[in-house]
């Protein structure tokens, strides 16, 4: 069975702090991994990898697919409170018709 | 541009009643639809998928169903809630998926 597994399922930091989330993946047919970021509703979109190796940064946050190890990692440095959030992963598959998600991290950054 | 509507934005509805979730998406034409369910404290699992009228795809066998009855409208449907149906519904949509998902702003649905 398909499925994406994110780690750890719950952080607490202090603001200032820098966090790595980490989502492994087993899906056939595979195309790219999604990160969105959940505050009180809908997810909003932070990056989309579909290459290995190459990182993508949208100003404090980065994140790097491996898909030899099947595993990607979303970086977030100097957080602040307003990083305070449910991370998503997600795996999209080849035919592009639907996306799977992990269970998510629930970020809490302390002031 | 594009905007996805999703209502009612919360729902308490006591069990053996129906249900009837909308969406509509506004500015595009043949999206791929989608319908998923989040538990509390959970990830999002994908209930339903649909890439055009009258086609659609069940990903979780369960009391729930869906129906496209327009190009641009996605409908969740239950004859008989159950409790286990609580959680939070959301609506998606993608005309092009390389470009990921854009979310509907949600359901809550309690059934008490």
């Known amino acids: 069975e398909d499925k994406v597994v994110q780690s750890p399922l719950s952080l607490v930091v202090h603001e200032g702090d820098t966090v790595t989330l980490n989502c492994s993946y087993e899906v056939t047919n595979f195309r790219s991994l999604l990160w969105y970021k959940q505050e009180k509703k809908a997810p909003t979109f932070l990056f989309m990898l579909?290459?290995?190796?190459i990182e993508k940064k949208s100003g404090r946050l980065s994140s790097i697919l491996d898909k030899k190890e099947l595993f990607s990692i979303l970086n977030i440095t100097a957080t602040q409170t307003g990083d305070s959030a449910i991370y998503l992963c997600?795996?999209?598959?080849?035919?592009?018709?639907?996306?799977?998600f992990g269970s998510g991290t629930r970020l809490s950054i302390r002031p | 541009s594009q905007t996805i509507h999703q209502w009612p934005a919360t729902l308490v509805q006591p069990v053996g009643s129906p249900l009837s979730l909308e969406c509509t998406v506004e500015?595009?034409?043949?999206?791929?639809l989608y319908w998923y369910r989040q538990a509390a404290g959970r990830g999002l699992q994908l209930l339903f998928y649909s890439v055009g009228i009258g086609q659609i795809s069940s990903e979780v066998p369960q009391n729930l169903s869906a129906s496209r009855p327009q190009d641009r409208q996605f409908i969740l449907s239950s004859k008989k809630l159950l409790l286990s149906d609580s959680g939070f519904y959301l609506c998606a949509w993608s005309r092009q998926l390389r470009a990921g998902y854009t979310f509907g702003s949600g359901t809550r649905l309690t059934v008490v």
């Open positions: 997600a795996a999209l598959y080849s035919s592009a018709s639907k996306i799977i």
């Open positions: 500015g595009t034409s043949n999206p791929n």
């Open positions: 579909t290459s290995s190796g």
